[in-house]
């Protein structure tokens, strides 16, 4: 039966005619330009406050070829900066269109999926459970509709709806929890109830990461440092020049060099593209910093249903009471029989939900008499109780009714006119249907007068009618995907609403690890929170789960310090997802309340991805770790090269400049951000067990490793330079030595730091097209500024012999490849 049916809809021209007369479904909010928004943020970034004093220095001390150079600077950092950051911003904006809801609509006659923004005055628009309602609508018929209106009310308990009496329209913004209606748009954008109260489904509170707060306190110490030594060095180059633009140039100089104003930078860079990365490999990251916590995952909980298994839900068995006979439909064709046509009489109409859909679809197939259209649905239960059910009532108009019931086995049992006896026999073969990792339902029927039904259909007394079994069969590559969680240290949990002999039999079938204990939902929420702390970790799988018990579930792995991932689709996953630490939402079967509390979508509902992003969320993280750890040894020898000649009273204390240390910087920002994202993940990350995430970005050990490097490097250029002072040479044939080899000890550098465990005849043959560009330009630049004339004079180098340059290359090698026998001791132990 064709959904659309009995609406039409609006046709093309009549969209067109709302639109232009009541306009489009969307809220007008002021919105700062976000162009000006970044260019001020560039600003007031320390790093350009320094440009622009140095060049404002500059063309006061009449030195125009070095001031317009730091105004150059500053225009291609600033350039660099609003390309990555809009560019940033736009991949976000892609991807959270991506991630955004659709809307069902009926037009001429036809249903389609469109987005919220382009629904029109009079649209005819279609709700299930997991949607939320994208446009103030009157309801046209309504099926088993409840809604959560806390977003207008505060109040959380789901609302009843019905096409009938003052519940008959549905608010933007409030979420379908169950049922189905069919409304009619009456108001869209600001002149909703949501947008006349002024409020946004788009206002997120952005919390800072624990990573992101680590790089704030960090750079704003440096800051500080910074700002002390800018004094300092000012005091004392006054003190010996007796000059204050100069000593204010000195100052300026070591404030920029002590500035790691790539870190920020960086780690914006990494978790955009990271987040671009998911997006190929088909997950959708709605926020960047996701990635982050990708990497430090401990523990997943999966649903069963269409995460592990098919979702296919295809009828394998019936039990007929009356008959007492057993159908099994994996060895023979499906035939037709009472239970079959009430278990779809107690199904919805128009069906959403796989077995309802499966239901029909046999029916149609084997019934000899199709009654469907004979028939007209007067009243419904919605699904409720533990374990759920549902009745509907229909009638044919003259005499003859149908009340049929569907639901959970146990629910079924109690109102039902049965032995105790038969009761144990139903159970029994309800158990062997699930040991088989059937899902079971019971169905039922009853006899009532029309005019006086029971308020609650727990008040029927049924007439058993049998079970209903359906297998939704793993899906192939599962044993596979647990295996590859299990070696990358990363325990899996299966929380289903199934029946618990279901579930043991599927985690059996797809070899999930501790599966001979399962909990149920209700033994759940009796335990205390010491209690359910220790269940936690040796329990895999937790059956007839419902949404306070998924939340309590999270919420003890998380006091047992686990870092929690959570996949779900339905609507009662929404709190579970949101208090886990990464929610994964199903792209294709999710809802939409699903979606919006999740932080990542699988487009394709397929769990090898969490796999892959697991990897890539490490691959980041190390790789950043990788690039702040070459910003730190970089740094230093630029900070002692400026400082040390003027504290120790060298002959020569002006080796560099502000055009100097920008220059370096423009060749140093490109390396961190552009060679170490690009890097492969190392070859057993996926073998380690997940970091911690409160734990600090480096250990002491790796700290102090980075800071030696730093040294090293400063000793060796500053030492071949204090060897070339003390033979009386000039003070720019010095400053090219010193740069000269700063800039081999870069590339050097670069090189060893792609890996701080494997050697450098490993990673050369990592594939990473980018280092050898970058290497290239990096020695090509150095080439140009000591051999061309006219950007030496402006450096104030001197071209450098063969012999001069070799030196300056040994002295780089010594000073950085000495890690390689570190690598090579380290490797060795372990």
Known sequence: ???????????????????????????????????????????????????????????????????????????????????????????????????????????????????????????????????????????????????????????????????????????????????????????????????????????????????????????????????????????????????????????????????PEEIPVAFSTFMALGAYHLYKKKVIARSPHTVETLGAATVICVDKTGTITESEMEISAIYDYRENKVYDYTIQPLNFNVVLEYSMWASESRPFDNMEKSIHKSYAAVAPDDKRQRFTMINEYPLSGKPPMMTHIFSDGDSKNIIACKGGVEGILQQSKLSDEDKLGILNISNKFHAKGFRVLAVAKASSDLQNLPISQHDFEFEFLGLIAFYDPPKKNMTKILEQFSAAGISVKMITGDHPETALAIANQIRLKNSSEVLTGIEVLKMDETELKKKVVSVNIFARMFPDAKLKIIEALKANGEVVAMTGDGVNDGPALKAS?????????????????????????????????????????????????????IHIPIILIVTIPLLFFWKFTDFFSP????????????????????????????????????????????????????????????????????????????????????????????????????????????????????????????????YTAPIRNIFQFEALNLRELCLCFLAAFFGVMWIEVYKLIKLSKN
């Open 1 to 259: 039966m064709n959904e659309s049916s009995h609406h039409f809809g609006l046709t093309d021209e009549e969209v067109k005619l709302n639109r232009a007369r009541f306009g489009s479904n969307i809220f007008e909010r002021k919105r700062e330009y976000r162009i000006l928004q970044v260019i001020r943020e560039i600003v007031l970034e320390p790093l350009f406050l320094i440009l622009v004093c140095a060049a404002f220095i500059y063309f006061i001390i009449c030195e125009y070829n070095e001031g317009i150079i730091m105004l150059i600077a500053l225009c291609f950092v600033s350039g660099i900066s609003l390309y990555q950051e809009n560019k940033s911003r736009n991949a976000v904006d892609a991807l959270k269109k991506l991630s955004a809801c659709q809307a069902k609509v009926i037009r001429n006659g036809k249903v389609s999926e469109i987005a919220p923004e382009e629904l029109v005055m009079q649209d005819i628009i279609m709700l299930e459970d997991g949607n939320i309602v994208p446009a103030d609508a009157n309801i046209i018929e309504a099926h088993d509709l409840s809604v959560n209106e806390s977003i207008l009310t505060g109040e959380s308990l789901p609302l009843a709806k019905d096409s009938q009496g003052s519940n008959n329209i549905v608010f933007h913004g409030t979420m379908v929890i169950s049922g189905s209606c069919v409304a009619r748009v009456v108001a869209i954008g600001k002149e909703t109830a949501l947008g006349k109260i002024g409020q946004s489904l788009e206002d997120i509170e952005v919390v800072k990461t624990p990573l992101q707060r680590q790089i704030k306190s960090f750079v704003q110490s440096m800051v500080g440092v910074g700002v002390v030594a800018f004094i300092l060095v000012w005091a004392i180059n006054y003190y010996i020049s007796k000059s204050i633009l100069h000593g204010l140039l000195h100052g300026l100089t070591l404030a920029m060099s002590v500035l």
């Open 581 to 633: 630490h990464i929610g994964i939402a199903m792209g294709m079967r999710g809802s939409e309340i699903a979606k919006n509390a999740a932080s990542l979508i699988l487009m394709d509902d397929d769990l090898t991805h969490m796999v892959d992003a697991v990897a890539l969320g490490r691959r980041i993280y190390e790789n950043f770790k990788k690039a702040v750890q070459y910003i730190i040894s």
């Open 659 to 786: 055009i100097h240390v920008i220059f370096l910087e423009l060749i140093m920002g490109p390396t961190c951000s552009i060679i170490f994202e690009n890097e492969p993940i190392e070859a057993d990350s996926m073998q380690k067990p997940p970091r911690k995430m409160s734990a600090s970005l480096f250990s002491l050990r790796e700290l102090i490793l980075s800071i030696i490097q730093g040294l090293l490097i400063t000793m060796v250029s500053l030492g071949l330079g204090f060897y070339y002072m003390r033979m009386g040479h000039n003070e720019s044939h010095v400053r090219t030595i010193i740069y000269s080899t700063l800039i081999f000890s870069n590339l050097f550098l670069t090189l060893v730091n792609r890996s701080f465990y494997y050697s450098i005849l490993t990673t050369i043959r990592y594939k990473n097209k980018l280092v050898p560009m970058v290497l290239a330009i990096s020695l090509l630049v150095l080439f140009l500024s000591i």
